[in-house]
């Protein structure tokens, strides 16, 4: 069974840090590009960053650019969200998505092109 399991979500003050972690399992880890999605109340779901399986290539959505950092530990099965920087407009439910590919493929954060999904982790960022 396809397993992702996303910690580390809770609540900082405006300019703090959080980290996040997805653990994955049930699945070849190292075949799959893996994203962070995120969804405020009344907003639709965001993507966030992805990162590839191989050679770490990485993207991020503008709004979080030069704040966030995703990172893979492929041993442990694993990605992580640093988040520093946090922001007010940075609360929501963040989820990490993984997408099987057969090959090297362009990164997106397009939620459709994922294939499996976790139960999310709330961030909340006071002002």
């Known amino acids: 069974e396809v397993q992702l399991v996303e910690s580390g979500g809770g609540l900082v003050q405006a300019g703090g840090s959080l980290r996040l972690s997805c653990a994955a399992s049930g699945f070849t880890f190292d075949d799959y590009y893996i994203g962070w999605f995120r969804q405020a109340p009344g907003k639709e779901r965001e993507g966030v960053s992805c990162?590839?399986?191989?050679?770490?290539?990485?993207h991020y959505a503008d709004s979080v650019n030069g704040r966030f950092t995703i990172s893979r530990d492929n041993a442990k099965n694993r990605v992580y969200l640093q988040m520093n920087s946090l922001k007010p407009e940075d609360t929501a439910v963040y989820y990490c998505a993984a997408r099987e590919t057969a090959s090297i493929v362009p990164l997106t954060i397009d939620g459709a092109e994922y294939d499996y999904w976790g139960q999310g982790t709330q961030v909340t960022v006071s002002s």
């Open positions: 990162i590839s399986y191989s050679d770490s290539r990485t």
